[in-house]
């Protein structure tokens, strides 16, 4: 497997935000999609320089907008033996509330399925997604709070935690909204690397990002009214 290269991921982010400058007026889904996406991922591309990480990013095709994407889902699941895949991340964002994503929760239902990855970890409405796919039924998962009806419609054997910043059942890790997703990067680095709690404080320094460590802390379900008969 290729090394996780920060060069790549750097030449990624420059593209992007060099796309995003060249258009005219300011395209929202590459703005949605940089900070779902690279939000969480920017510790993961410091984790790097400190601890052997592939990364590889899947999608249903290569065809533009596909500067970040390394695999088809049957390319990858050619390439990868079921249980090679330590962490699968999904994403959300306005596409994981279309009404197509049958390619994505079959893909999501095969690499996941009878906990066959390591660690499961969705962002934001990526809940919604994995939800889709079943993997999720019975399982302990929080969402972003201004979509809590809409997935959890789409989810209704998983057991949806509120209030939570984040929640971790067992080998699922989940964030409310897509600014929680760092925060559970953080938590995710701290817990699961032998020198993960020092790793994050150089990291907050190097992002300047002070993340929330307080799993509970979670001021949106007030505000959106979230009902919580699953709380943390
Ligand atoms: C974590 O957040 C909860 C909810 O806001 C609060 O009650 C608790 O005191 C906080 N814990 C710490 C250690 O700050």
Redesign the pocket.
């Given at each position: 497997m290729p090394p996780f290269s920060t060069t790549t991921l750097l030449t990624i982010l420059t593209l992007l935000i060099l796309t995003t400058l060249a258009t005219p007026s300011p395209p929202l889904p590459y703005a949605i999609f940089l900070l779902r996406a690279f939000g969480p991922l920017s510790p993961l591309q410091l984790l790097a320089r400190h601890h052997l990480l592939t990364l590889h990013l899947p999608a249903r095709t290569l065809a533009p907008p596909s500067l970040a994407r390394t695999h088809t889902f049957a390319s990858f699941l050619a390439d990868f033996a079921l249980g090679a895949i330590d962490v699968l991340i999904i994403p959300g964002g306005a596409r994981a509330r279309s009404p197509d994503l049958g390619p994505e929760v079959d893909f999501i239902r095969r690499v996941v399925g009878a906990g066959q990855v390591g660690h499961l970890v969705t962002i934001c409405t990526g809940s919604g997604v994995a939800a889709q796919a079943g993997v999720l039924d019975g399982r302990r998962v929080t969402t972003n709070r201004g979509a809590w009806a809409t997935v959890g419609a789409v989810g209704p054997a998983v057991k949806w935690v509120a209030p939570a910043c984040w929640a971790v059942d067992g080998n699922i890790w989940s964030p409310s909204g897509v600014s929680a997703g760092l925060d559970l990067i953080f938590a995710f680095i701290k817990g699961k690397y032998p020198d993960g709690p020092a790793l994050a404080t150089k990291f907050s320094g190097l992002i300047e990002y002070q993340p929330n460590t307080?799993s509970?802390?979670?001021p949106w379900s007030g505000y959106f009214n979230i009902p919580t008969p699953n709380q943390l």
């Open positions: 307080n509970s802390h979670d």
